[in-house]
């Protein structure tokens, strides 16, 4: 089997036999539950709950705030206690909703209630991924209804489902491919019916040969729908390789997806789809992988949004004393925790324990310009030169060498054998570059 | 559950190679193309190999000492440059020339200009060129089992077009063969092409280095010394030409010191390019019959300009171009 690629990329230690074998289990919430408004890209959601008001599982709690934007619901049944800031997974403190959890799990009208999505018209399917509160559960949460809703439908030919998970440790989408086949392929035909023209593909690695073979057996029926193998490789599952490998289409910074003609989805987000529109059940769940060497007993979980780190990792086994350093996500791009306190947002997928922090045991040195950075750049930039920009300061010189093309995958600083730390200069720098741009 | 845990942005995952497992790999690959020179030339070889090893090590170290940095000996990048630097040098040189040289590569080649990283040359070239231009009767008489001897390169560039290679080396008492294995004259480390070879394979699996400078390099000589070497499409000739003097080493271990060549794909093609075309020039055209380490140094000056012009366009804009 050799799959399709791109050029470039790097080989990270894939850690994935930890968890790859265990089944999801469900895990029950007994704390307070907290949902940030600001889960997704784009303007906040509105909350349209009060302190005192009682919710229940599926009721939405506050509603998109703007065009890029989407509604967050309850995954519990309770009171509302406050609305408050809180820290977030990536350090900063945000509005959110905090709910007492009652226990009972009282559902709201109307869920888990079958509908037909071929009675529905198109507008009502996006009507309904915004309602569900659906993002892109691959790590940038770019509300799905937005995504879905590109200029001309009849432009997109290809629907890609991003089943790569290219990050090592991860194993969540892997355990869904195998558990729930059919809310895929159910997700991805809600999404074909959209798209008329299209072709859906579902694009996985080839180092998960049986997600591979069950998903063969599921698409023999479909005749729009086929598996594409990808050569197993960091990173794979980012959305410019992706379409790449699956379509031979390029896409730059500057580009969507939907310029190339495609629309990519990550597994998680289609099966949010299929239980949306098929199963009227908005997003209020997420598969989490806890794992790493530190965590005692690795395992798949499906936690409710709103839960807190800590108790997924308590109720996980919690982890051992060598425990160093905490990650939401995977070790190339995932958010590195202080305090495990902060609550399973839409778009968490792992909590990686480390034992060993290379990073910080690890003194970065000279550069020797041995050019491994630029031969494993997916986006064929030269980080040796991007980083004597971003290291002056120098904004000018770092956009005008591409710096701007760089979604900070990790690669090229996962290989520099100097151990600098390009990655972390170039978000810095590209930050700056944002900030400043938004100013003009 | 309150202790805090360790911050940092992502990446948090780093590759097991360092710049001290390379340097290491390259000390490794260098080892076989040693042994060669010290079989070849033995006691001299090994004492000046010896020096200039020592040398570099110990100039790095007391430079750092003095300037209060961190002392980066441990690294293997000072260890390399001594064993290049030796090996470019001929088994009969003076001690303290040799001496001279390390002093020479590690401090005013790579330390002035800011330590690793930093120089615009191989400070081994550097060093071999400085004392080229300083002790140019020593640094060029080379002996073969005690008998001063000139490098076949030297006699078949004498002989002319017109004569025989065959015919050349035999009356010199070498053939084809003495200079693939490295029973000839030259410096230490380039004698045996053979040691070379098997060098540079380690650098390739182990993934040191990449084809392009190499190739590049070794094909546009080998064509541009086809064309206008004198001999015409003389198989012979070119492989004379391929085993005798510095080509291979300064191909596959001198071209593609990481820090003197360029970082990008197609720079490291043209950079080949250069110094196929340059090392035919200086082999055909110059006074010696030797090129290879001034098309190093060369070439090394222009590593700049070649990685300005050879800037890669980034992903998603190549075709772009193409459709308008």
Request: charged share 20%; with cysteine.
């Amino acid at each position: 089997m050799k799959g399709a690629t791109f050029k470039g990329g790097t080989h990270p230690f894939e850690g994935k036999d930890l968890s790859k074998d265990l089944p999801v289990k469900k895990i029950v919430p007994t704390g307070e539950m907290v949902y940030p408004v600001s889960q997704h890209i784009g303007a906040p959601a509105q909350p349209i709950v009060k302190p005192g008001d009682h919710v229940l599982v599926g009721q939405t709690i506050a509603e998109a705030g703007g065009f890029v934007s989407t509604d967050i619901c309850s995954s519990v049944s309770g009171t509302v206690k406050k609305i408050e800031k809180r820290l977030t997974v990536s350090g900063a403190m945000v509005d959110s909703i905090i709910i007492e959890n009652d226990k009972e799990y009282t559902k709201i009208e109307g869920f888990g209630e079958k509908r037909e999505y071929r009675s529905l018209s198109k507008e009502e399917i996006r009507e309904c991924i915004k309602k569900a509160g659906i993002v892109g559960m691959g790590g940038a949460g770019f509300p799905t209804h937005v995504k879905l809703a590109p200029k001309d439908d009849n432009a997109i030919d290809y629907v890609l489902v991003n089943g790569a998970e290219c990050e090592p440790y991860l194993t969540s989408d892997y355990r869904m491919m195998l558990e729930c086949p059919e809310e895929i392929i159910g997700g991805l035909k809600v999404i074909l019916s959209l798209f008329p023209n299209a072709k859906g593909y579902i694009c996985i690695e080839d180092n998960k040969p049986e997600a591979i073979k069950v998903l063969e057996q599921q698409v023999l029926k479909e005749e729009r729908i086929s598996v594409k193998v990808l050569k197993t490789k960091y990173p794979q599952g980012a959305e410019r390789t992706l379409i790449y490998a699956a379509t031979g289409r390029m896409i730059n910074s500057k580009m969507l997806p939907a310029d190339a003609g495609c629309v990519v989805n990550n597994i998680d987000t289609v099966i949010s789809v299929y239980k949306a529109v098929c199963q009227n059940i908005p997003l209020i769940r997420r598969i989490v992988t806890v794992t790493g060497e530190g965590a005692n007993h690795p395992q798949n979980f499906e936690v409710p949004t709103g839960m807190s780190y800590k108790e997924v990792l308590e109720q996980a086994g919690g982890c051992n004393e060598k425990t160093v350093k905490i990650i939401s996500g995977g070790p190339m791009m995932g958010m590195a925790l202080y305090d495990i306190d902060v609550p399973v947002m839409k778009t968490s997928s792992a909590l990686l324990c480390l034992t060993k922090d290379e990073v910080a045991e690890q003194e970065p040195t000279a550069c020797i310009r041995c050019g491994r950075c630029v031969s494993v750049c997916p986006s064929k930039l030269v980080p040796q030169m991007m980083l004597s920009y971003a290291e002056k300061f120098d904004n000018e010189g770092f956009v005008k060498i591409n710096g701007m093309e760089c979604y900070e995958c990790g690669s090229c600083t996962y290989v520099c054998p100097a151990k600098r730390r390009l990655t972390q200069s170039f978000k810095q720098t590209r930050r700056s570059v944002m900030d400043s741009r938004r100013k003009q | 559950m309150s202790n805090l845990y360790n911050v940092s942005a992502s990446p948090h995952v780093r590759s097991k190679d360092s710049t001290k497992t390379i340097m290491r790999d390259v000390v490794i690959a260098l080892l076989p193309a040693c042994l060669a020179g010290i079989w070849v030339f033995k006691m001299e070889a090994l004492l000046v190999l010896l020096t200039t090893s020592v040398a570099c090590l110990l100039t790095e170290y007391i430079y750092e000492r003095l300037m209060k940095k961190k002392i980066t000996t441990g690294d293997y990048s000072a260890l390399v440059t001594g064993l290049l630097l030796g090996m470019n040098l001929p088994p009969s040189i003076p001690l303290w020339i040799a001496v001279l040289g390390s002093v020479f590569a590690i401090l005013v080649v790579k330390q002035l200009f800011g330590g690793l990283g930093q120089n615009f040359m191989n400070p081994a070239l550097g060093a071999r060129c400085f004392l080229m231009i300083s002790f140019t009767g020593r640094m060029t008489s080379f002996t073969l089992d005690g008998v001063s001897s000139a490098t076949p390169l030297a006699v078949l560039k004498n002989a002319g077009s017109s004569a025989s290679v065959m015919d050349t080396l035999t009356q010199n008492g070498t053939s084809l063969l003495n200079m693939f294995l490295g029973n000839i004259g030259g410096t230490i480390g380039e004698t045996s092409a053979l040691a070379i070879l098997i060098g540079a394979a380690y650098l390739f699996i182990r993934r040191i280095i990449s084809w392009e400078i190499p190739v590049c390099y070794i094909g546009v000589f080998s064509v541009f010394m086809l064309l206008f070497g004198g001999h015409g499409l003389d198989g012979m000739y070119l492989l004379a030409e391929l085993c005798g003097g510095g080509l291979l080493l300064g191909a596959f271990f001198m071209a593609t010191d990481y820090v003197t060549s360029p970082i990008t794909k197609n720079g490291k093609i043209v950079f080949g390019i250069c110094l196929g075309i340059l090392t035919g020039i200086f082999r055909v055209y110059g006074g010696s019959a030797e090129g290879v380490s001034y098309a190093i140094i060369f070439c090394n000056l222009l590593v700049p300009l070649i990685e300005k012009v050879t800037m890669p366009k980034p992903f998603g804009y190549v075709k772009e171009k193409k459709t308008k």
